[in-house]
């Protein structure tokens, strides 16, 4: 007898029924389905993208809009009539927009594409969401309640949390999400780092710290796109990425609602640290939606570590 649906799917956990059980609240559990389900359309303009790289014409025939925009568009108009969301900010936005009826009860951060430098390369980007309860600007105060990102690579797959561990999906082919492993947690040390920016515009304490680092033995792993580096950390369950201070930019690089919060909230839920050099990256203030700050995140010795050249 051929191997049933019913068989195919017993061992099978896949994303709704995952959070089901982790007893995620209904609208918040729908929520992040639907933005799951976004990131197979996202990943379908990618390939598009890369169709067009190659020199196949558009299949619209219409002006390749930026893939950042296109994935935004994207994901702005699938969140507009979900239900649940009532702002939506993104880093392709100039601010925080009001969508739906604003009774609705989430707000969602989006970094809709990240590392879209890096498609014509064929390496792996992402995106990264941060869903909130209250306003973010209003109350500065940090009020997450679940955040994920996805990672486009020779697989798509997808971390969650919603304050209860963070989990790991897999696409599979048949376009379900399905459970690839639950509660990650990090060892309390690794054996990798990501460190950002260019080595000459590095401030000296930070440059001491890479060079202890580099000491101690650990590997150098660094792509450039933000979501598949921090992936790596994570999966392999412990290392530093980090995005520092430089002497140009004493902000950094990376934004603080779109990309640091919501991997600072994965992170510290898989038993990781998330700083700026001296405060926990969730407990910063979102003075505006694009401001930057420096990061160290990862594993918590090297976390401490870095904290010590800092200050
Ligand atoms: P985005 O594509 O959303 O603008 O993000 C790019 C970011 C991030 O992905 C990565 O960590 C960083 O740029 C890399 O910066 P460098 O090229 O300076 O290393
Ligand atoms: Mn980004
Ligand atoms: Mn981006």
């Not at 999906?169 to 260019?198: D, H, M, T």
């Not at 304490?205 to 933000?226: M, N, V």
Request: with cysteine; aromatic share 8%; net charge neutral.
């Amino acid at each position: 007898m051929g191997e049933g649906i019913n068989d195919y799917t017993k061992n099978m956990v896949d994303l709704r029924r995952h959070m089901w059980m982790a007893g995620v609240e209904e609208e918040l559990r729908r929520l992040i389905w639907q933005i799951a389900v976004v990131g197979k359309y996202i990943s379908a303009k990618i390939h598009e993208a890369n169709r067009k790289l190659a020199g196949i014409k558009n299949i619209y025939g219409d002006d390749q809009l930026s893939l950042d925009c296109a994935a935004d568009d994207i994901l702005r108009s699938q969140l507009q009539f979900s239900g649940f969301v009532r702002e939506y900010a993104s880093e392709e936005l100039e601010d925080i927009v009001k969508i739906g009826s604003g009774k609705e009860k989430y707000i969602v951060t989006a970094d809709p594409l990240d590392g879209s430098s890096l498609v014509e390369t064929n390496l792996a980007i992402g995106t990264i969401i941060g869903i909130h309860k209250e306003s973010i600007l209003d109350t500065g105060r940090n009020t997450m309640v679940a955040a994920l990102y996805i990672t486009y690579g020779p697989l798509i797959t997808m971390i969650y949390s919603a304050g209860k561990g963070a989990h790991e999906f897999v696409l599979n082919r048949e376009g379900e999400y399905v459970l690839a492993q639950e509660n990650i947690k990090l060892k309390e040390k690794g054996s990798i780092f990501s460190p950002g920016g260019l080595r000459r515009d590095w401030i000296p304490a930070h440059l001491k710290f890479i060079e202890q680092l580099e000491k101690d033995g650990y590997k150098l792993r660094y792509s450039g796109g933000f979501v598949p580096d921090i992936n790596q950390v994570l999966i392999k369950k412990g290392g530093l990425f980090t995005y520092p201070a430089l002497q140009k930019s004493p902000q950094g690089k990376l934004r603080l609602l779109f990309e640091l919060q919501p991997m600072a909230f994965i992170m510290e839920q898989a038993g990781g640290l998330a700083t700026d050099g001296k405060e926990d990256i969730l407990s910063l203030k979102v003075e505006n939606v694009n401001k930057c700050s420096p990061v160290y995140i990862g594993s918590p010795t090297e976390v401490r570590m870095a904290k010590q050249f800092l200050n």
